[in-house]
């Protein structure tokens, strides 16, 4: 019965909401895990073989204006000391990634305003004139249509940008009210019409959160269409207010990751850090039900500790080359490889 819901969705890439909430539910059912995770192998290995593609995380500033109630960098955590990294440092964290083999940076940080519009484009264009040929992504937040063009014609190619949750009460559940779920959409559709490749995503077991709402995500996510997903478990941190809160099911985690797989066969799947931080297996844990990107930090060791969104996050002692070399040998034990590759997402 089950299986036949996972036969329908590998066929069709789709399930309605209740085929998805009955399929979910039986997450914790090895059996029917592991059909599900060699269907979604298949798939992967279809269109991107045993290749892993990796991109450089450089955490550029821990700032943030909003106060999103599980994120360890909210504007109310006082206890956290901030930084930020002027344009030459990073620049620096893309020369030593290009030297590692990195084809594509992220810039990623929370919403600090101190980086106007002009400081933000004279970054991205420098980085495009350094490295012609690798992709650029941005993971800055809700910015105007304005700004986001202004970056897109710098030279930034992606944008990473997590609905979060697709449901508006559960928005309001996780934000204060001035952010709001119909924004943060907006926000992914003016990304798409620029001409980004965009990514969204979601927590998973994220505080309140139900296999409904878990349906609901897949079900915007079906018709956003993105080219990537991150999704990763919720890890509560102490100075939030959901520091007491459950902490998100790797299995969960892995049966959305192979479910993301059949419903977009060539989307680029992350294992994240935050399944690694669950579970020391994690991200091979990952691969092996459908994600295909790594996403190491490149940032400098002295501020790797302050970007801590949710507590006990790994690779903050770690060199960048620690932790390229460390994941080549996780890859490479599952019988993966990681590529040195830009890891656009290949065209059906
Ligand atoms: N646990 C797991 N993921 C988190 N994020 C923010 N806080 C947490 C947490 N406590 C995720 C959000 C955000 C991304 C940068 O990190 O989904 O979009
Ligand atoms: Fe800021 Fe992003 Fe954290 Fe929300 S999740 S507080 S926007 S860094
Ligand atoms: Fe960072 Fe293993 S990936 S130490």
Redesign the pocket.
Known sequence: MIKSLINTLEQRHILDKSEFIELIKNFENQEISDYLFKKAVAIRQKHYGNAVYTRGLVEISNHCRNN?Y???LRAENKKIERYRLDKETILACCHEGYQLGFRTFVL?GGEDKFYTETMLTDIVSSIRKAYPYCAITL?LGEMSYETYLALYQAGANRYLL?H?TANAAHYALLHPAQLSEKNRKQCLENLKKIGYQVGT???VGSPFQTFEHLAEDLLFIAQLQPQMV?I??????HQ?P?ADKEK?SVQLTLFLLAILRLMLPTVLLPSTT?LGTLDPQGREKGILAGANVVMPNLSPVAVRKKYE??DNKICTGEEAAECKFCLHRRMESIGYRIVVDRGDAKTK
């Not at 990763?232 to 941190?237: K, L, M, N, T, V």
């Open positions: 999103c599980y994120c360890g990623q993971s997590r979060e995503g979601f927590m991150g990763g478990p919720f890890i509560p941190h939030t959901f998100g935050a969104i949710y």
